[in-house]
Nanobody
Framework: QVQLVESGGGLVQPGGSLRLSCAAS????????MGWYRQAPGKQRELVAL???????NYADSVKGRFTISRDIAKNTVYLQMNSLKPEDTALYYC?????????WGQGTQVTVSS
């Protein structure tokens, strides 16, 4: 199992940037896939970006070219750099850790894009 704590959300104007952090309670290099998901009001939770243990990344089409997922293994932390934010990026953002023996979620951090 792993505990995940997200931070970095907030209110930002359209076109602005935010960086989300996900701190894990164990060595993230032991986790098969770390990902960021989001859920807007009235919508299903959707994948935003993921990074595998090998360092491969994948993004939702809606965020390609604007968001970047990265990690600092020494700090057991995964980041989501979000640039050129749009109102439609407004959602509760969750960190996820997926391995063969567990699948864990953080509590979420709110991102609101509004003028």
């Amino acid at each position: 199992q792993v505990q995940l704590v997200e931070s970095g959300g907030g209110l930002v104007q359209p076109g602005g940037s935010l960086r989300l952090s996900c701190a894990a309670s164990r060595n993230i290099f032991t986790i098969d896939v770390m990902g960021w998901y989001r859920q807007a009001p009235g919508k299903q939770r959707e994948l935003v970006a993921l990074i595998t243990r090998g360092g491969n990344t994948n993004y939702a089409d809606s965020v390609k070219g604007r968001f970047t997922i990265s990690r600092d293994i020494a700090k057991n932390t995964v980041y989501l750099q979000m640039n050129s934010l749009k109102p439609e990026d407004t959602a509760l953002y969750y960190c996820n850790a997926d391995s063969r023996t567990f699948n864990s979620w953080g509590q979420g951090t709110q991102v609101t894009v509004s003028s």
